[in-house]
């Protein structure tokens, strides 16, 4: 992508709700508030009306505003920075903490006329983190004959099963019974939170999930889904990870078929909302050509159908094309994101997402829309009932 000066051009701020939207811009609304500012070095804030402000010297946070990215000039381009943790925890924590983290904004294909659009056509790396709605996904694995992977940085780590000195030897398995912990790659372990002792030995567990787990073609694709509605302790609701560490060996909870010499993309759901029953999945697509793809959507007819109201009927889509593989927005509500782990320049065109405001860089001064919405309360409400489901 051609890198461009940005001395002569301002960085522009749009916002439409005027309450908590979960992190949620709606691309298809008129009702909006946009506000412009030079390209210097600086900080940018949001206070409880969603109103974005300017400054040059770093704040403390306050309940009434809050730090929300820094513009930095790097090889006299302006960048959006903001500090990107890594070796994570996969829990409920660290997955909602990434809404206010910059998002690059998928470029839409679809015939519906929106105000803001992004040009970006997005290469999908390994370990990548798709948001589609409210919905996140983690580019788990994939592969393409015959071509070194792309890898974006590494979010997330093993749930890391210690030496097993805090389980006693004397202590049985919950669902066999046994206290035998001499079986090699079988130990016994502890991941939730229940107090006392809820110990399992690890192939215990696995068969245990595997009961619960369904397994399903994807449309007449050779692609496969893996869905079970509860991966969390049926007790104190704890997720379960999908990887765990021990003693330098690593298991999978959920047993999946990995294509051999073929090209696929392994999507994995980050699902982890303790008090709603959305399914936990994993997304095993093999691509058989280019142009081969698999689109995504709340409605039945879609390869991967994800039933939240944040998401569109058909929302997007992932496919092939010239040995590599992308993802595009198909003209959904709330748009198709994906996390930007390192700070990102600023370009013409390209629409970062942060939180539910929008950043982008440009010369062209869009007048503010912010009239009367006699829709406010009916967008409010439901609004409303998408912080509800998630």
């Known amino acids: 992508m051609k890198e461009e000066s940005l001395t002569e051009n301002k960085i522009y701020t749009v916002n439409i709700w005027k309450y908590n939207s979960n992190g949620l811009y709606d691309y298809e609304r008129d009702n909006f508030i946009i506000s412009s500012f030079k390209t210097e070095f600086g900080f940018f804030y949001k206070d409880i009306n969603n109103k974005i402000s300017f400054s040059h010297t770093l704040e403390q946070d306050t309940d009434k505003k809050k730090y929300l990215v820094t513009l930095q000039k790097k090889d006299d381009k302006y960048i959006l920075y903001k500090r990107f943790y890594t070796n994570l925890p996969i829990n409920t924590k660290t997955v909602n903490n990434l809404l206010d983290q910059i998002w690059y904004v998928v470029k839409t294909n679809s015939i519906k006329e929106k105000k803001f659009t992004s040009n970006f056509i997005y290469e999908i790396k390994k370990n990548d983190i798709i948001k589609i709605g409210r919905m996140k996904f983690l580019i788990k694995d994939m592969n393409i004959i015959g071509k070194d992977i792309k890898k974006s940085i590494e979010t997330f780590i093993p749930y890391e099963i210690n030496e097993l000195s805090n389980i006693k030897r004397d202590e049985n398995c919950r669902i066999c019974y046994s206290n035998d912990n001499s079986i090699e790659n079988n130990p016994m372990i502890s991941i939730c939170k229940c107090k006392g002792s809820m110990n399992l030995h690890l192939e215990c567990l696995k068969k245990w999930i595997k009961s619960k787990l369904q397994i399903k073609e994807i449309n007449n694709k050779p692609g496969i889904s893996y869905i079970i509605q509860q991966f969390k302790c049926e007790i104190c609701k704890e997720p379960?990870?999908?990887?765990?560490?021990?003693?330098?060996?690593?298991?999978?909870?959920?047993?999946?078929?990995?294509?051999?010499?073929?090209?696929?993309?392994?999507?994995?759901?980050?699902?982890?909302?303790?008090?709603?029953?959305?399914?936990?999945?994993?997304?095993?697509?093999?691509?058989i050509e280019n142009n081969y793809s698999y689109i995504i959507g709340r409605g039945h007819e879609n390869d991967i159908r994800i039933s939240s109201i944040s998401v569109s009927r058909i929302h997007s889509r992932i496919y092939m094309k010239d040995d590599k593989f992308f993802m595009e927005d198909l003209g959904s509500k709330f748009g198709t994101l994906v996390l930007a782990k390192e700070p990102v320049y600023l370009y013409d065109g390209i629409i970062y997402q942060i939180g539910n405001s929008l950043f982008y860089y440009g010369k062209e001064d869009i007048k503010n829309n912010n009239k009367d919405d006699n829709n406010f309360e009916k967008n409010k409400k439901s609004l409303s009932s998408l912080g509800e489901e998630l």
């Open 240 to 287: 379960y990870p999908i990887t765990i560490k021990n003693n330098n060996n690593y298991y999978n909870l959920i047993n999946y078929n990995i294509p051999v010499g073929q090209n696929y993309i392994i999507l994995q759901s980050l699902n982890l909302n303790e008090e709603k029953n959305y399914p936990f999945s994993i997304h095993v697509l093999i691509f």
